[in-house]
């Protein structure tokens, strides 16, 4: 089931998101957190920092497991995940270093380092929330479009267009990692909520196909269809052709 949280702006939508996260925080204060990175948890991040310095919340007893890490990029690399995680979000809360998770990306064996990361995921136990954003090309985590769903973690060669889109982060395309190690779509879909985040026009035509239109792994977002309960955070940007072809929603 699919409930919209849309605000005009990116800010404001985020904004409804970290509520939603602040008020799972408030009821569980153990929760297990799935966290994404990339531009679109940016406000949503800063807000959750916000709230743990006023003291609404708390991530000492929090877990949480991340996505997706490139490969070949140490957790001390400034474009590494590991390090924007520490960069937004955990050294500026109260979590417990040994209670954040993420793929490491300079594991030697990656098949080893894939089945690691399944069997912790497994540990740590089932995401009261999974934060996710969308690619341009439909990609949840690093799980591009293919001929089938990745149940679990993987080893992924990312696409053309993935990597042109996260060259605007590198000094240039050569830069861009080739390959990450991501979460499967089964592990995402383990979890008890999703938020999906969108924002901008970018977003816009791949959001209304992975929300409505066939369910397929050429457009890995459109899974989440099948899911039991899928938060949608959006600005009107990112709404406009969903709301264009189906209504007012939200």
Same mark, same amino acid.
Do not use: W
């Given at each position: 089931?699919?409930?919209?949280?849309?605000?005009?702006?990116? #800010?404001? +939508?985020?904004?409804?998101?970290?509520d939603l996260a602040i008020d799972l925080l408030k009821k569980n204060p153990e929760a297990v957190l799935g966290l994404a990175t990339g531009s679109s948890p940016l406000d949503f991040y800063a807000d959750l920092v916000e709230a743990n310095k006023a003291g609404?919340?708390?991530? #000492?007893?929090?877990k949480s497991v991340n996505l997706d890490e490139y490969v070949g990029l140490a957790p001390d690399h400034d474009q590494s995940y590991a390090y924007f995680m520490h960069e937004n979000l955990f050294d500026k809360v109260d979590i417990l270093p040994e209670n954040t998770h993420l793929p490491s990306g300079t594991a030697k064996d990656l098949d080893a380092e894939c089945r690691r990361y399944h069997e912790l995921l497994l540990e740590v136990g089932t995401p009261d929330l999974q934060v996710l954003g969308i690619g341009n090309n439909g990609?949840?985590?690093?799980?591009? %479009?293919?001929? $089938?769903? %990745?149940?679990?973690?993987?080893?992924?060669?990312l696409t053309?267009?993935?990597?042109?889109?996260?060259? *605007?982060?590198?000094?240039?395309? !050569?830069? $861009?990692?080739?390959?990450?190690?991501?979460?499967?779509?089964?592990?995402?879909?383990?979890? #008890?909520?999703? =938020?999906?985040?969108?924002?901008?026009?970018? #977003? +816009?035509?791949?959001?209304?196909?992975? =929300?409505?239109?066939?369910?397929?792994? *050429?457009?890995? +977002?459109?899974?989440?269809?099948?899911? !039991?309960? $899928?938060?949608?955070?959006?600005? !009107?940007? +990112?709404?406009?052709?969903?709301?264009?072809k189906h209504g007012?929603?939200?």
């Open positions: 089931m699919f409930h919209f949280l849309c605000a005009s702006t990116k #800010k404001e +939508a985020s904004r409804l998101a970290a609404q919340i708390s991530f #000492k007893k929090v990609h949840i985590g690093f799980n591009e %479009p293919a001929d $089938v769903f %990745p149940e679990n973690t993987s080893a992924v060669t053309e267009s993935t990597i042109r889109a996260n060259s *605007r982060f590198f000094s240039s395309m !050569d830069e $861009v990692p080739k390959m990450a190690i991501s979460m499967g779509v089964g592990e995402i879909l383990r979890a #008890k909520k999703i =938020l999906l985040l969108a924002f901008g026009t970018a #977003k +816009a035509e791949i959001l209304e196909k992975a =929300l409505f239109g066939e369910v397929t792994p *050429r457009v890995p +977002a459109s899974i989440l269809q099948t899911a !039991d309960e $899928v938060y949608i955070c959006a600005d !009107d940007e +990112a709404m406009a052709v969903i709301r264009e007012a929603i939200a």
